[in-house]
């Protein structure tokens, strides 16, 4: 997958609004390696909170290990993938990247159903093409209480292991946060930060 170079600025009047919906452990990786399910170490809350996203986004957006770790055909998807593809079913569009934006997503799957609402889903490749293109107008953070030392990162350039010194440096500002559980799970939610008023 490639990142579109020299990405504008989108306008959100004239493209779906997308949030990023993300696990992450502490140390800040969101998945041991491309074939990891995190729903294996995601917190009863995280996963209640995770599918209330799901079901409020009109499309979901992601790569194509992401979709084979979790497979639902009865979900609307968008399986980015350098391979393309095409309607593989009613519900799952693959399309290839490179040479589109994220703004231009809505006008592919507007015979099917309309994007309001596109969620993004991973992995770290779909991310920094969102980032890239500077299309992620909010984040939902979830840090489980646990370290990998070494897994697949939320971004692909990140510098250090903090998932909130991630997300400050990748431009992002913390607009919200609480604790989940008695372990201490973290759910925050973040915008971009002359949004957040960072």
């Known amino acids: 997958m490639t990142v579109p170079s020299g990405a504008a600025v989108s306008d959100t009047a004239a493209r779906p ?17 491309p074939s990891d399910n995190p729903a294996i170490w995601a917190s009863p809350e995280e996963q209640a909170l995770f599918f209330s996203d799901v079901d409020a986004a009109d499309w979901a957006i992601m790569g194509r290990h992401t979709h084979q770790v979790a497979d639902r055909p009865d979900r609307r998807r968008i399986v980015l993938s350098s391979a393309g593809g095409g309607w593989k079913r009613p519900t799952q569009l693959w399309l290839d990247p490179a040479g589109i934006g994220p703004a231009d997503l809505r006008a592919h799957v507007a015979h099917r159903h309309p994007m309001q609402n596109g969620l993004i889903l991973g992995g770290t490749r779909v991310h920094d093409w969102f980032l890239a293109a500077r299309c992620i107008d909010r984040v939902h953070l979830t840090i489980e209480p646990l370290t990998f030392g070494t897994g697949v990162p939320l971004f692909s350039n990140q510098v250090g292991a903090d998932p909130e010194a991630i997300l400050i440096s990748a431009g ?6 609480r604790i989940l559980n008695r372990l201490g799970t973290r759910h925050q939610v973040w915008l971009p930060a002359e949004a957040a008023g960072s």
């Open 172 to 177: 992002f500002g913390q607009h919200s946060g």
């Open 17 to 33: 609004v997308f949030t990023l919906t993300v696990m992450v452990t502490s140390d800040g990786f969101i998945a041991r390696d």
